[in-house]
C-alpha cells in the first residue's frame, strides 16, 4: 500500500530550526505521520557554535535518540550588499548554513549506515539559482550545501541513505513577514511568481514527507523546488 510507505512510526527525526516557520511545519507533518521529532532551535543548540553541536549529538548518542531522519533547516541570512558585507557575519552565515550540515551529517552517518537506512535534507532556496543582490553571501551557503548534497548523494546511494535538497521559494515565514505586508513591495514579489502568490509554511510539508519517508526511497541528490514556478524560465 502506497500510504503505508508515507508512515514514520519507529523513526525519529531531528529538524533543526522546528520551533517556528517551515522547520515547524516539517516537524508536524513528521509528527502526524508517527516519527518522535526532535524539536531545534537556538536555545536546544546554537548552529552558529562549533562546540555546541558535538555537545549536543553527544547528548542525541548518550540518550539513544540519534536521527533515523535529519532535516538540517535552520539558517540565518543578513540582507547587505557584498561590497559592505562584514566578514564576520560571513563566517557566521558560512558556519550556521553550511559547516553546521556537514557536521550533523558526519555525526548521523555512522549509525544511518549501520542500520542501512536514512534520510538526510537540506532546506536550500531559490537563491542558488538566483541570489538576491542583497543576500550574495546566503545563496552562495544555499550552493555549497546544495552541491554537498550531489557529492554526498552518489557516494552513500547503496547504503539506504538518501541525501537530498528541498528548495523553498517565498515563504510567509517570521524572516518575511514584514516584507510581504509591504504595500508596495508585498506585491511586487507575488507579481514575480507564476502562481502570483507565496507559500504557507505547510506548503513545505509533503515533500519533506515524501523525502523522509520509504516512498521516497528512489529519490537522492535532488533539488526539489518548492517555488510557486519562480525559477522558470521565461
Ligand atoms: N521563508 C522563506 O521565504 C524561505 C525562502 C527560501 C529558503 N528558506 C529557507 O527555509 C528554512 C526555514 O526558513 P524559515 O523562514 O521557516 O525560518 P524562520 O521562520 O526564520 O525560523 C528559523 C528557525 O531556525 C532557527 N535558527 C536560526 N538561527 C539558528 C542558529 N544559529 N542555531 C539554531 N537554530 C537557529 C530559529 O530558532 P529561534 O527561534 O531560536 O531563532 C527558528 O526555529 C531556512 O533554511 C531558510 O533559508 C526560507
Redesign the pocket.
Known amino acids: 500500500m502506497l500510504k503505508e510507505k508515507f508512515d514514520l512510526t519507529g523513526k525519529t527525526a531531528l529538524v ?10 516539517i516537524g508536524d507533518a513528521f509528527e502526524e505521520y508517527g516519527a518522535k521529532v526532535i524539536r ?9 557554535d562549533p562546540a555546541a553541536i558535538d555537545a549536543f549529538f553527544d547528548r542525541l548518542e548518550a540518550e539513544s535518540s540519534m536521527p533515523d531522519i535529519l532535516v ?6 543578513a540582507k547587505v550588499p557584498w561590497t559592505e558585507f562584514p566578514m564576520d557575519e560571513a563566517r557566521k552565515e558560512m558556519q ?2 553550511f559547516f ?1 550540515t556537514l557536521r550533523m551529517f558526519q555525526r548521523c552517518y555512522p549509525k544511518m549506515k549501520a542500520q542501512k537506512w536514512g534520510r538526510l535534507i537540506v ?5 542558488e539559482l538566483r541570489p538576491h543582490p542583497d543576500m550574495c553571501v ?1 545563496a552562495a551557503t ?1 550552493s555549497a550545501q546544495e552541491n554537498l548534497v550531489r557529492g554526498i548523494g552518489r557516494q552513500i546511494a547503496s547504503e539506504g541513505i538518501t541525501v537530498n535538497n528541498l ?10 513577514r514584514e516584507c510581504l505586508a509591504d504595500p508596495v513591495y508585498g506585491p511586487r514579489v507575488t507579481a514575480a511568481i507564476p502562481m502570483h502568490d ?2 504557507m ?1 505547510e506548503d ?1 510539508a509533503g515533500a519533506a514527507l515524501l523525502l523522509a519517508s520509504d516512498a521516497g526511497r528512489y529519490i537522492t541528490g535532488a533539488t526539489i523546488r518548492i517555488d510557486g514556478g519562480l525559477c522558470l524560465p521565461g
Open positions: 533543526t530550526g522546528s520551533t517556528r516557520g517551515i522547520g515547524k511545519a531545534h532551535n537556538t536555545k536546544v543548540c546554537d548552529l552558529a538540517a533547516n535552520a539558517s540565518i541570512q550556521v548554513n553546521a532546506v536550500g532556496s531559490v537563491n546566503y544555499k528548495s523553498p521559494g517565498v515563504f510567509n515565514t517570521d524572516r518575511n507565496y507559500a509554511p513545505a
